[in-house]
């Protein structure tokens, strides 16, 4: 149970996807204008980061670095698959629970060949993580850009009211303000290791 | 040889996704109604909610059970309402047709501000400090609220009120849903005549604050032949089911508080597509 907290608030706060590693930075900037924009993007990206880290890492470890290794076509291979597995699931969706496809709506598509969906499956595999750690890491990475979206969203609703200086308005400040909340979770490194080492 | 294993799974794994896409989507596809394209097609698409349903997809797809009117659509008007009762087979019904009016007259030349507000430029925040910063509280604040509501930018703001441009609205009634103050007030389009003040203050309170407002002082109720004015909460009323639009209220309102003029809306002037 410890370790499970542990890789999931990890994966969340520490190893932040959007204000650590800076990967799924352009839906981070795109849809945090809006809360109810941001969290629909959000749960859309929890939704298919643990999908395909759930696929990708039997693929991995049964198929490209099963008997024959062809281990260099990782992220060609990663990229059809969860294509492929997202565009299934937005079906099975429509078919099957039309409310929870209208809410993810176009977030859904839009996140196929996301950044950050990609970028939780590889490091799943260059990390080491045996399957449960894999899917626990991608469920804290959804988590942090969650909770990365919401903060986000809230700032830049400060700064919408705001008046910076006439060459920062729009997307300079939102860069700015962007920085400033990244810096803040760098604070966050050390701290869970600390708690739980 | 080792360079032929790799090609060939990945186009194997290439096309087990395929096949299983196209599988997923013939088994699982989802029905629609047909008429729901031709539905939402005469729609105007505007997502206004003036029928009551949450935008055009939401009436399209009320629309489909029988029983629903088809003459919700205000901003469509009597063309849609004919093309969706023709669609459906049902028996066109006529729309009320209705413009929005901002019931206040409280220009910069007849009101003076009452505080220096330097907050967020929007109405509903200006609205928290005493009902904004004109000497009324019941009046039009002028900072755009409605204007930045209307799809069809027929309400612009001169002279510190907001003006609606009669001939480009179509009755959505985004603008009403918008104000803060509840000034703008939608009425047919049909209408000659309009009260163009919103204060309960009593008259002579309200004169002081406005020189354009309605005083209450019963002139118009005297002067109207129909009855159709009545003068209640320090504010005359006009009712729309007498008002034969003779001008006479206007003509004696001391204060030019009641207009006389012709109201006719976007739907006059031209046939929405």
Redesign the interface.
């Known amino acids: 149970m410890k370790t499970v907290i542990f890789v999931i608030l990890t994966a969340a706060i520490t190893n932040n996807y959007v204000l650590v590693k800076f990967l799924g930075i352009c839906p981070f900037l795109g849809v945090s204008k809006k809360l109810d924009q941001a969290t629909g993007m959000s749960i859309a990206v929890i939704f298919v980061e643990v999908m395909a880290a759930a696929v990708t890492w039997p693929i991995y470890h049964k ?1 490209l670095d099963g008997g ?1 290794n ?1 281990t260099y ?1 990782e992220t ?2 990663f990229i ?2 969860i ?2 597995l997202v ?2 699931v937005e ?2 969706l ?3 629970i ?1 409310t929870l496809h209208k809410a993810l709506g176009v977030y859904l598509p839009l996140i196929t060949t996301n950044c950050g969906v990609l970028g939780v499956t590889m490091n799943n595999i260059t990390d080491g993580f045996n399957f449960r750690d894999s899917v626990l890491t991608a469920l804290g990475c959804g988590l942090g850009f969650f909770l990365a979206m919401v903060i986000f969203s809230g700032v830049r609703s400060r700064v919408e ?1 705001a008046r910076p200086p006439k060459s920062f308005e729009g997307l300079p400040i939102t860069l700015v303000s962007a920085s400033i909340v990244s810096l803040s979770f760098f604070g966050f490194a050390g701290v869970l290791t600390k708690i739980f080492g | 040889m080792s360079i032929i294993v790799p090609i060939v799974a990945v186009t194997v794994i290439g096309l087990i996704c395929a096949v299983g896409l196209s599988v997923a989507s013939a088994v699982m596809a989802v029905k629609e109604d047909e008429r729901f394209p031709a539905i939402r097609e005469c729609l105007p698409g505007a997502n206004c909610g003036a029928c009551g349903f949450s935008g055009c997809d939401g009436y399209a797809k009320a629309l489909l059970k029988p029983g629903t009117k088809t003459n919700l659509c205000v901003p469509g008007a009597d063309t849609v309402a004919a093309k969706l009762s023709k669609l459906l087979g049902v028996e066109a019904e006529d729309v009320v047709e209705q413009v929005a009016c901002v019931r206040c007259g409280g220009t910069c030349e007849h009101t003076q501000p009452k505080e220096e507000y330097h907050g967020i430029r929007t109405c509903a925040a200006a609205r928290l400090f005493f009902s904004g910063s004109g000497s009324c509280a019941y009046g039009c604040i002028g900072m755009g609220d409605c204007a930045a509501a209307c799809p069809q930018n027929a309400i612009y703001m001169e002279k510190g009120i907001a003006v609606v441009d009669t001939k480009s609205c179509i009755g959505c009634g985004l603008c009403a849903k918008a104000c803060p103050q509840g000034v703008i007030a939608m009425m047919p389009d049909t209408s000659k005549t309009e009260v163009l003040c919103s204060s309960h203050d009593p008259g002579a309170l309200t004169h002081r604050l406005c020189t354009a407002g309605c005083i209450a002082c019963r002139k118009c109720e005297k002067a109207c032949e129909s009855g159709a004015i009545t003068v209640t909460g320090n504010l005359a009323r006009i009712d729309r089911a007498k008002c034969t639009g003779c001008g006479k209220c206007a003509e004696v309102c001391t204060t030019g508080a009641i207009t006389a003029r012709d109201f006719s809306g976007a739907h006059r002037f031209e046939t929405p597509a």
């Open positions: 198929l024959i062809f076509m060609t291979v059809l698959v294509a492929a565009q299934l079906i099975i429509k078919k099957y039309p009211e």
